[in-house]
């Protein structure tokens, strides 16, 4: 069979290429060689980005199934299965970013016999591995149901429910203890980033991010797989949004008061510039465009501001990780381009393993074409998607 070269094919040759070379040179040569990393900035790009934006951008899947299983929102039923790839795809590639950043990631078993239940960085070790394993059964049925294995579904359904709760309450567990990591660092961190209420923070600003990614994938999959676009369930998911970033708002917005901040965040500086477009792309500028009910009514609106959204909780990450500590550092750290070939290369896998998996697998429902015979004298609104329920549900 032969492959039609295109231009994103070229694009992810050129990206994976680029990351093997920096992954030889990572473990070949040592950390120093491939990163800017040093004793001073010992987290740089892979923790920020591959692991913090890791696992808040995968937070989709509990997000839904939480939405679906436990409050009985059936109308998300439909995008159950691409939010839980998504989520496993995202702590595979989490898993992946930790190797490369850890000294010596073939010791990373050590967790599991050398245990230390006072450590909140062993709390999410072991949580991030089992909500792994959770998700690994929750995605198992599609896999199964490619091979029509009737009997081992069956097995899965029967723990579903345990495998449901399990899985929202490890996320939970290990989404705020991301935060709970940089607690222990209140000389170091910026005041606009260190705060008491960091674990409530990432946990909130995960939720958000959730219910963002759920629409961003399913909008991006629709174009890529030639789907028709669900949109009463992404407005829906549009209007839970909005309700989250207005959480995440005024969560913030209190912080700042309690600890009387507010003053100085408006006061031009280095770690202000940065604050200001965090604020704006995760708050101001997704609010302000999903307040109207066009905006939230229209396909384009709502992927626009679920963009935006991302990309702002991405820059709050990202400010906690690396700007909040280059004043007391005494540097600034600018990643070397291998870092940055390291991270492109995760994420193209991830996209690629995206395809791969809704092209062979069931993770959209089947689309119910009806062809109407009758004649209109008029065109129709298009209110809906009809959909079929998955094999086995």
């Not at 295109?6 to 920096?22: E, H, K, Q």
């Not at 723990?159 to 929202?168: E, F, K, Q, S």
Request: hydrophobic share 55%; glycine share 8%.
């Amino acid at each position: 069979m032969k492959i039609k070269l295109t231009f994103w094919r070229v694009v992810f040759i050129v990206i994976m290429g680029m990351g093997l070379y920096s992954t030889f040179v990572r473990y070949s040569h040592g950390l120093g060689a491939v990163s800017n990393m040093s004793d001073r900035f010992p987290w740089g790009l892979w923790i920020g980005f591959d692991c913090l934006c890791g696992v808040m951008l995968a937070a989709g899947g509990f997000c839904v199934i939480g939405a679906v299983y436990l409050f009985n929102i059936q109308r998300l039923h439909s995008v159950v299965r691409p939010a839980v790839l998504t989520a496993f795809l995202g702590y595979l590639l989490f898993i992946v970013g930790l190797l490369f950043d850890l000294g010596r990631p073939w010791y990373i078993w050590h967790q599991l016999i050398y245990m230390n239940p006072h450590s909140v960085m062993f709390e999410v070790g072991m949580c991030v591995m089992a909500y792994t394993t959770v998700l690994f059964f929750e995605f198992l049925p599609n896999v199964l149901e490619r091979f029509n294995l009737k009997a081992p579904i069956r097995w899965i359904k029967r723990i579903y429910a345990v495998l449901v709760v399990l899985g929202i309450l490890l996320s939970t567990l290990h989404q705020s203890s991301l935060g709970s990591l940089y607690l222990i660092m209140p000389s170091e961190l910026h005041p606009f980033w260190y705060t008491p209420a960091l674990p409530f923070l990432f946990f909130g600003s995960a939720i958000a991010v959730g219910l963002a990614m759920t629409i961003f994938e399913s909008t991006q999959s629709a174009k890529a797989f030639g789907r028709h676009l669900e949109l009463p369930v992404l407005v829906e998911l549009g209007g839970a949004l909005l309700v989250a970033l207005w959480v995440n708002a005024l969560l913030r917005f209190e912080d700042y008061f309690h600890r009387s901040l507010l003053g100085q965040i408006i006061k031009p500086s280095y770690e202000a510039y940065f604050l200001w477009l965090e604020l704006a792309l995760a708050f101001v500028i997704p609010i302000s465009m999903l307040s109207f009910k066009k905006v939230r009514l229209s396909p384009n609106g709502l992927y626009l501001a679920s963009v935006i959204s991302l990309l702002g909780f991405i820059t709050n990450r990202l400010n906690v990780s690396l700007i909040g500590f280059e004043t007391y550092v005494g540097h600034h750290y600018i990643p070397k381009w291998t870092e940055f070939s390291v991270t492109l290369m995760i994420i193209a896998m991830g996209f690629a393993l995206f395809g791969v998996a809704v092209k062979h697998l069931p993770i959209f429902p089947q689309e119910n074409h009806v062809v109407e015979q009758r004649v209109r004298t008029k065109p129709e609104p298009l209110v809906g998607t009809v959909v079929l329920g998955h094999a086995g549900d």
